[in-house]
């Protein structure tokens, strides 16, 4: 008996040190915390992990019997950005996407121009960082054509992708989405710069006129309403320089799990 | 009370790994709920109905005049949870900032300390593994045609309370231990992966074994609770066996004996 109420004491002691642990470790695991550092160094492996097994395989891709529904819009749903209202008014005529950075030939394409290029069509499942999947036909150019026309310098790593929504309205002022992909993702052939979606033009919620797809990430990667493609050598530069807007949040850069 | 012989009965391996996957479990099933709770709905299939409907589970709060109501739904029924589901403290949030790491709502935070664990784990129980299939105490766990026979006397003295401290786990010990080892922790790892877009690529064979990606989160959700459900039998039977001689045991590998048993 005695051993039994000494160790309900020792649980009721160990719940409320649980409880005050609570508190610690909301702490510790913030953003710039003690324990911070510790836990991404699991990301680093998870990373590691995901390019050593994944290879270039393709992302597993659907029939049109698969397609039930519309593609579930998310993030920024209708830019209010007044440059990008302009442009939408006019059927995207005076949009263009332009390619700089690394490379030997800077491209400023229009809508037209992304079109007549070789396409893809791909039926695949969009998978958000909440936890839900969303399957639709995704049409567009491979990311790897446009590089072939830029032609990328040597020293280029990282697609930095530019676009035209502010996604946050902050005391230090405005923010526009990012995002970033390395070389390996951009020439995989799944990896297109999209303007149709479930066989009709992309609407403005899902990103029109241009939004990219990288199959094997989570949706925050596809950056959407794109105006700008930069090629670089590194991301720190941009943002908080963690290479996306999410990742500067704290969501991890490489968005494989 | 009269006792029998202490033996030797934990190997270092086995009580260090126990107690590290004990404390991944503890934080993986706390962040899990905090990963949840960005989308508190649980769908049967590829993807997840938004213009139909595939959901098994869904936890939301609605506004009612002036106050906020949980309402968990279970199949076609409707349940109020105010205060725990849905709806805690005023705020609408699925599970309550008491049941969740951290216990503010990160989603980042939530992942990054998820998947930590999810490496800590997997690398113990691969420890485990190894180390259980070189000093036998995988044979422990695996029922003998003894161990079979006697089963039906297992229940009956497990129901009437009448715990046994012999040499060998029981049959039902074995049964849930390897149970979890074998199904349960298994099932978890597989069906995180399959939510992996990544992982889908490099094993697409893993969404038709599950029936696709929300399938398996659906499955990773329930197999959780079936482990809470384990853990919470667990500490019953320690309650129930001695938790002086239980605990000794898992924390020195010491363990006391029924008088007459050796």
Redesign the interface.
């Known amino acids: 008996m005695m051993q039994r109420r000494g160790f309900l004491t020792a649980a009721a002691g160990g719940a409320m040190l649980g409880l005050s642990g609570c508190k610690v470790l909301d702490t510790a695991a913030k953003p710039g915390g003690a324990a911070r550092g510790i836990l991404m160094a699991a990301n680093g492996l998870t990373y590691r992990t995901q390019r050593l097994l994944g290879g270039d395989a393709l992302a597993p891709e659907f029939t049109a019997a698969d397609i039930r529904q519309g593609q579930k819009p998310n993030g920024t749903i209708n830019p209010s950005d007044t440059d990008y209202q302009t442009l939408a008014s006019a059927g995207f005529a005076d949009w263009r996407l332009n390619v700089i950075g690394a490379v030997e030939n800077p491209l400023s394409l229009t809508l037209g121009a992304l079109q007549a290029m070789p396409a893809r069509s791909q039926i695949t499942r969009h998978d958000c960082v909440e936890g839900w999947s969303c399957i639709a036909k995704w049409t567009g150019v491979p990311l790897s054509q446009v590089l072939d026309a830029a032609r990328p310098r040597a020293n280029a790593r990282y697609i930095v992708f530019h676009c035209m929504d502010t996604i946050e309205r902050s005391l230090s002022g405005l923010v526009k989405y990012y995002e970033s992909i390395d070389l390996r993702d951009a020439v995989h052939p799944q990896t297109i710069l999209a303007y149709g979606l479930n066989d009709a033009p992309l609407p403005v919620a899902n990103g029109a006129p241009l939004r990219l797809r990288v199959e094997r990430q989570l949706g925050y990667k596809m950056a959407k309403y794109l105006h700008t493609i930069e090629v670089v050598e590194g991301v720190q530069a941009f943002g908080d320089g963690n290479g996306s807007y999410w990742a500067d949040r704290g969501y991890e850069w490489y968005a494989g799990i | 009370m009269s006792k029998g012989p202490l033996i030797y009965r934990q190997r270092i391996w086995t009580r260090v790994t126990h107690w590290i996957w004990a404390v991944c479990l503890f934080f993986l099933m706390l962040t899990g709920l905090q990963?949840?709770n960005?989308?508190p709905s649980l769908?049967v299939g590829?993807?997840?109905?938004?213009?139909?409907d595939n959901a098994i589970l869904s936890i939301g709060a609605v506004q009612e005049g002036e106050s906020l109501r949980g309402v968990t739904r279970v199949g076609g029924v409707e349940f109020d949870t105010t205060g725990v589901l849905g709806v805690s403290n005023g705020e609408a949030r699925a599970f309550p900032a008491?049941a969740t790491?951290?216990?503010?709502t990160?989603?980042?935070?939530g992942?990054?300390?998820h998947?930590?664990f999810a490496?800590v784990l997997v690398g113990t129980l691969a420890v485990w593994l190894v180390a259980s299939a070189l000093n036998g105490h995988l044979r422990d766990l695996f029922p003998t045609m003894a161990d079979v026979r006697g089963l039906p006397r297992d229940v009956v003295d497990h129901a009437r309370l009448r715990i046994h401290h012999t040499r060998r786990y029981s049959v039902l010990q074995k049964l849930a231990y390897a149970g979890v080892m074998f199904v349960a922790l298994p099932l978890m790892i597989a069906t995180g992966l399959t939510?992996?877009?990544?992982?889908?690529?490099?094993a697409?064979w893993l969404?038709d074994a599950f029936g696709g990606?929300?399938t398996a989160?659906t499955i990773h959700f329930i197999v959780m609770w079936a482990l809470v459900g384990f853990f919470v039998v667990h500490m019953l039977m320690i309650?129930l066996a001695?938790?002086?001689n239980e605990?000794r045991s898992i924390i020195t590998g010491w363990y006391r004996l029924d008088k007459g048993e050796e």
């Open positions: 990963i949840f960005a989308f769908h590829q993807e997840s109905g938004f213009d139909y008491w790491i951290p216990s503010y990160s989603l980042a935070t992942r990054l300390i998947f930590f490496w939510m992996s877009p990544s992982f889908n690529a490099t697409p969404l990606r929300q989160r309650l001695g938790p002086f605990l």
